[in-house]
């Protein structure tokens, strides 16, 4: 089932960035939800597990940033020439 979002959802979808779902597809009870999910940085439109998405922070509800998303978001500014000039753990 495709349920459209409306309005839509600001989420952090891990080692994509954050975005809005505006579409969220349920195979049903052996699936992980699907949010479909428009980045913010790139315009990509992407179609994202649920394991793999979170809410964005909120002060007003006092909802921080989850760990997962710091982590994601310090991954994500990292360009390839820094990566590759890391020793390998």
């Known amino acids: 089932m495709f349920t459209q979002l409306n309005p839509p959802i600001?989420?952090?979808v891990?080692?994509?960035g954050d975005g809005y779902a505006i579409?969220?597809?349920d195979y049903g009870q052996e699936h992980n939800l699907i949010w479909v999910t428009a980045i913010d940085?790139?315009?990509?439109?992407?179609?994202?597990?649920n394991p793999t998405v979170r809410m964005q922070?909120?002060?007003?509800?006092?909802r921080g940033e989850s760990l997962a998303t710091l982590l994601s978001?310090?991954?994500m500014a990292h360009t390839p020439a820094e990566a590759a000039s890391q020793?390998?753990?």
């Open 87 to 89: 020793p390998a753990v």
């Open 73 to 75: 978001k310090r991954e």
């Open 10 to 12: 600001p989420l952090h």
């Open 57 to 62: 922070r909120n002060w007003t509800m006092g």
């Open 14 to 16: 891990l080692e994509k």
């Open 23 to 25: 579409g969220l597809i």
């Open 41 to 49: 940085a790139t315009g990509e439109i992407w179609c994202a597990p």
